[in-house]
Nanobody, 117 residues
Framework: QVQLVESGGGLVQPGGSLSLSCASSRKIFTLYTMGWYRQAPGKQRELVAS???????NYVDSVKGRFTISRDSAKNTVYLQMNILEPEDTAVYSC???????????WGQGTQVTVSS
């Protein structure tokens, strides 16, 4: 069983930056997508950003121009750089890995991001 370990959450002021990482315990040889969902209290879960094994990226409209997802294949790790953070970005961010061949999805443990003065 592949496992995902997340890190990088915390408290930051509006306008600040934070970086999240998600590391897989094993190298992925199949086609896949990885990224983060987030869920804030009282709001629906939404896909924030994703990156495929081909390098194609996608972002929810509200974070475009502020967030950047990237990968380091040698380290089996995906990164989410979050800039110009807003209070509306406050949520639990959960990393995921989805196999494009089997449809199986695994999740990281989740990390809290709080944007507040």
């Amino acid at each position: 069983q592949v496992q995902l370990v997340e890190s990088g959450g915390g408290l930051v002021q509006p306008g600040g930056s934070l970086s999240l990482s998600c590391a897989s315990s094993r190298k992925i040889f199949t086609l896949y997508t990885m990224g983060w969902y987030r869920q804030a209290p009282g709001k629906q879960r939404e896909l924030v950003a994703s990156i495929s094994s081909s390098g194609s990226t996608n972002y929810v409209d509200s974070v475009k121009g502020r967030f950047t997802i990237s990968r380091d294949s040698a380290k089996n790790t995906v990164y989410l750089q979050m800039n110009i953070l807003e209070p509306e970005d406050t949520a639990v961010y959960s990393c995921y890995l989805r196999s494009s061949t089997t449809g199986t999805t695994i999740w990281g443990q989740g990390t809290q991001v709080t944007v507040s003065s």
